[in-house]
């Protein structure tokens, strides 16, 4: 007779920080800042050479905050060169050519520059910071020394809700439920399959299938959590069928191995 499968909802994931309208506000008032800041060399050289310092404001702005914040800047940098560092001064007026060659030069770079944000690039950014995070709480839970048990089940919840999984279940060698997130995912029958403990992909599969991102497995994986050459663990995993980066998998395989240490070092104390 075949177990029924609880369908286990996904969880909802926890969003991550959108940046990209913090930039959207601060890069336009950084460059009012630094159009009022360069008023001292206005007199000394000319406003081409200041607009190299907007050029790179831009740049810095569509790289971590998107296409929308570099326009943005790139637009308010024009405007703030021309108020504050053209004749005649603090007005949107253009009474030299040089100058006004220098303000379309700007505008247009400014442009083309916001246009090379890579939405990719942010997102991996913020991927990153996400799991360095979610490290940074798995260890910080290892040395507190407190109760196992409801530690494991706080860092599963965080770990379902910033990677690419539906539900995580912490079983000890015997196939007992240690903790599980959600806690109704313990009730899920035993995956079937084996992944290996680095890469989570399937036993034998080429490590060059994480070029594609795969999902993990839907219908579940397990993977073993050795400590000092002696299994303390199994990690039963589902995805959820969002992309799985290979720097989630290796986040996922380094919180595996952190929750062994700490139920190796609570099976001692038991001793």
Do not use: K
């Amino acid at each position: 007779m075949t177990t029924p499968t609880m369908t286990v909802p996904t969880a909802a994931r926890t969003p991550a920080t959108d940046d990209s309208l913090v930039y959207l506000g601060a890069g336009p008032l950084v460059a009012v800042v630094l159009g009022i800041a360069l008023i001292p060399f206005r007199e000394s050289t000319t406003a081409s050479n200041l607009s190299f310092a907007f050029v790179v404001l831009t740049v810095c702005v569509a790289a971590f905050g998107g296409r929308s914040a570099g326009v943005a800047t790139a637009l308010v940098s024009a405007l703030s060169m021309d108020f504050f560092l053209t004749r005649p001064y603090l007005s949107l007026r253009i009474q030299e050519n040089h100058d006004l060659i220098a303000f379309a030069g700007l505008t247009l770079c400014g442009l083309v520059a916001a246009s090379l944000g890579s939405p990719q690039r942010i997102a991996a950014l913020r991927e990153s910071r996400a799991h360095a995070q979610l490290l940074h709480q798995t260890l910080g839970a290892l040395e507190t020394g407190g109760p196992v048990e409801p530690e494991l089940a706080r860092l599963l919840a965080r770990a379902r809700q910033v990677l690419p999984v539906r539900a995580l279940v912490l079983r000890d060698p015997s196939g007992r439920v240690v903790s599980s997130a959600p806690h109704q995912a313990g009730l899920e029958p035993i995956p079937p399959h084996g992944a290996d403990t680095d890469t989570l992909l399937p036993r034998g599969a080429p490590a060059s299938q994480l070029r594609r991102a795969p999902s993990l497995p839907a219908d579940g994986a397990r993977i073993a959590i050795v400590t000092h050459q002696r299994q303390v663990a199994w990690l039963d995993l589902w995805g959820d069928g969002s992309p799985a980066t290979a720097a989630s998998r290796q986040t996922l395989s380094d919180i595996a191995r952190i929750l062994g240490v700490m139920l190796a070092r609570e099976q001692a104390h038991h001793y």
